[in-house]
């Protein structure tokens, strides 16, 4: 019996069909063992000299990124090697809003140069502006005394925002014009986006985030942020030529070089990087924004994350901020001066105070590094080779037993009081070694002002249920965060 022509035509298209399909399966499957292969084969060497670093049993792919929640490992020998030892570079913010960092070169040789932005002298140079944003936030906490617990954060947050564009960039009144409801709402929804962006792993791809709604959104809230940005550099280099013009037109008139006055009494950030810009080509316009962008997220929004976390842990001790308060009442008064920076290293229950908040609630749990160089551990049994990202969690170190004590989930400002215990680098919510945080100055200084301000004229009453806390661009409360501010009765 012989099959119809047209019924072995399509058997054959049927089975060249199918074996099209086979064999690209084949291939696909050839190149998914190459790529298991490949991922396997290539981190040998890292996983040959990790070997020695104690660690919990792994799983396949996942490693042992799962036990984290629930286990600990003492590795403070290595963490504080990591962050001192090893000339290491951070990391920079996942899908930050420009090309952040500067180059690594760059940095390394403009570091000197640029914390010179907030050495004690200069600081000293700002207190006029935290004391002024300190009053205005005690005035508006003042108008909410009769409310029901609320969120302070949004108050604290515009203050600190303030007080940055005022002292980084150099304008007294730039902050008039910069720090409106839609550049605050955009900032903070810029930092909702790239958290959720970064959490999903499909998106990190940029040609896939480009095809979703929040990449548009994402773009917007970014236009308004660096608007922001461009304003004050471009006003900022309009100001330095008008500057020199002046100064030629004075050399020319009068045959002697007489410098115009400094219209301002410090140095801004924003200034040094326009003078790293001169002696460094390779340092781009769009560089320095970003670093502008950079330095108003860590300047204003990690002093408002520990300004509040210090306000609820007052508000849940009334003998603790009675403690507070005297203090300020002695070292400063009860009058309306306001903190100037004679006062500050009198503030010493103060500082304790905020110590203690960084050490238990550091505004970053944890920070990156990246090995520039293999780095060797445990007198040589482990190393962690170059290229190798490292987490230094600083919330761990600021709560282990073994460095603090055995009350060292207890928050106790007392501790601060005496010489410390711990080892200096057990305390790393300024990080630690060459990376460390060059605002260090700056941020003592505006947290204890505000803080001083606050506890002078209002007293703090905290939500008493259970704090919870969740990991967001900074550490922030899930539940258990609400206060209630009413006017001290002033005696």
């Not at 008039?176 to 792993?201: M, Q, W």
């Not at 410098?259 to 924003?270: A, D, E, G, Q, Y």
Request: glycine content about 4%; charged content about 20%.
């Amino acid at each position: 019996m012989h099959l119809p022509k047209a019924t072995i035509i399509l058997s054959l298209r049927t089975y060249s069909l199918l074996m099209l399909i086979m064999s690209e399966v084949l291939w696909c499957l050839l190149m998914l063992c190459a790529c298991v292969w490949w991922w396997c084969s290539a981190p040998r060497r890292t996983r040959k000299l990790l070997a020695a670093l104690p660690s919990f049993p792994q799983l396949p792919l996942l490693g042992n990124i799962h036990q984290i929640p629930r286990n600990s490992i003492n590795l403070f020998q290595f963490l504080e090697k990591i962050a001192v030892t090893c000339d290491t570079t951070e990391m920079p913010f996942v899908f930050w809003l420009g090309p952040r960092p500067i180059l690594s070169e760059i940095w390394k040789n403009s570091i000197k140069k640029l914390s010179g932005t907030f050495t004690p002298s200069i600081v000293e140079g700002y207190q006029e502006v935290f004391a002024g944003r300190a009053a205005d936030l005690v005035q508006r906490l003042k108008a909410r005394t009769t409310e029901e617990p609320f969120d302070i954060m949004h108050d604290l947050a515009y203050t600190t925002l303030e007080a940055i564009c005022q002292t980084a960039f150099g304008f007294p009144k730039i902050s008039e014009s910069i720090v409106t409801k839609e550049y605050y709402d955009a900032f903070h929804r810029c930092l909702e986006l790239l958290i959720r962006r970064g959490l999903n792993p499909l998106l990190h791809l940029d040609f896939m985030y480009r095809l979703t709604p929040a990449s548009k959104e994402l773009q917007k809230c970014v236009g308004i942020l660096h608007n922001v940005s461009n304003t004050v550099i471009t006003k900022l280099i309009q100001e330095r030529e008008c500057a020199k013009q002046d100064n030629r037109n004075e050399i020319g008139n009068n045959g002697t070089h007489n410098r115009v006055p400094n219209r301002r009494r410090f140095k801004s950030f924003l200034d040094l990087m326009l003078e790293m810009q001169v002696s460094t080509p390779e340092l781009s316009v769009e560089q320095i924004r970003s670093e502008v962008d950079t330095v108003l997220f860590g300047g204003h929004e990690t002093v408002a994350t520990t300004l509040f976390y210090a306000l609820l842990m007052i508000g849940r001790d009334k003998n603790l901020q009675d403690k507070l308060y005297n203090e300020v009442r002695d070292v400063v008064g009860d009058g309306g001066r306001p903190v100037t920076g004679a006062d500050l290293p009198h503030l010493r229950y103060c500082e304790a105070t905020v110590l203690e908040t960084l050490r238990l609630f550091p505004p970053f749990p944890a920070v990156l590094r990246m090995a520039d160089k293999d780095l060797q551990l445990s007198s040589g049994k482990c190393v962690v080779p170059r290229g190798t990202v490292c987490a230094v969690s600083a919330m761990v170190m600021g709560r282990a037993r073994r460095l603090w004590g055995p009350d060292a989930a207890e928050y106790r400002p007392e501790r601060w009081l005496a010489p410390p215990h711990a080892q200096p680098a057990a305390f790393l919510a300024f990080s630690y070694g060459r990376r460390a945080c060059i605002g260090k100055n700056y941020a003592m200084a505006i947290l204890k002002t505000v803080l001083a301000s606050c506890v002078r004229e209002l007293e703090f009453t905290a939500e008493q249920a259970e704090l919870q806390l969740k990991l967001d661009v900074v550490l922030r409360p899930a539940s258990g965060h609400l206060l209630q501010v009413k006017t001290r009765n002033l005696k």
